[in-house]
């Protein structure tokens, strides 16, 4: 079972930024927050992760918070082609993702 | 240059039927995936191989059997498909995947399998 809660959908306009919050409240201290997306009918793509600390790379950033329960990953720019689904998936050593729902982003022009 | 690769990318067959998937990857990863993706869009994994050896087999029915030749390579064969088999099936491949490291799992682009 996913380990992380999401919302099922979200909104947002075309340029703004999209802030797609994660709860992950069972997280163990060697578990990092994943992020992938899927857009419409082609395979998961990697975005970032962490363990701690606050990332940003090209794609987005990942905000996790003090106490490491819940993480924001944010898309500063968010564009119609980045629509897809997000999914926010705690990762420890045993290599296996474990998907959930994730969150529906829709990018509004 | 595509990462991962699969084929067929579409893939229409009868019931009781054996049909072969295959994955390849130009990243020089050690470890390669096998996950299905059903009509509610839940993507789990099936299979997991470090270096062609088996370390992750979920609860799959035995008439799934992957194959992998060389470490670039991962091929999920189905004997007897029935019409629950019908999913879109995505390999990915990883850099390490030994027990106590994570890794980012780079995906390929899907084989969309239709069971009549």
């Not at chain 1, 703004?16 to 857009?39: D, F, K, M």
């Not at chain 1, 990697?46 to 819940?70: F, W």
């Not at chain 1, 720019?77 to 982003?105: M, N, P, W």
Request: glycine letters at 6%.
């Amino acid at each position: 079972d996913a380990k992380t809660t999401q919302p099922t959908s979200m909104d947002c306009a075309e340029g703004r930024a999209a802030n797609l919050p994660c709860n992950h409240s069972t997280i163990s201290g060697n578990e990092y927050v994943y992020w992938y997306r899927q857009i419409h009918s082609q395979g998961p793509q990697y975005i970032i992760h962490g363990l701690k600390n606050n990332e940003t790379n090209e794609m987005a950033s990942l905000i996790i918070t003090e106490d490491r329960k819940s993480s924001t990953l944010i898309l500063p720019h968010a564009t119609l082609r980045d629509t897809a689904v997000y999914y926010c998936i705690v990762q420890g050593g045993s290599e296996k993702l474990v998907f959930g729902k994730g969150t529906k982003l829709t990018v509004n022009p | 240059d595509t990462a991962v690769s699969q084929t067929p990318k579409y893939l229409v067959t009868q019931m009781g039927n054996d049909k072969s998937i295959k994955c390849e990857q130009n990243l020089g990863h050690d470890t390669m995936y096998w996950y299905k993706q059903d009509s509610k869009k839940f993507l789990k994994i099936m299979f997991s191989y470090n270096n062609k050896e088996l370390i992750i087999n979920e609860t799959v029915p035995n008439r799934f059997s992957p194959k992998s030749p060389d470490k670039a390579h991962l091929n999920l064969h189905i004997n007897s498909l029935e019409l629950g088999d019908s999913a879109v099936y995505f390999c990915a491949s990883s850099e390490s995947g030994t027990s106590g490291s994570t890794d980012t799992q780079y995906f390929g682009p899907g084989t969309r399998l239709t069971v009549l």
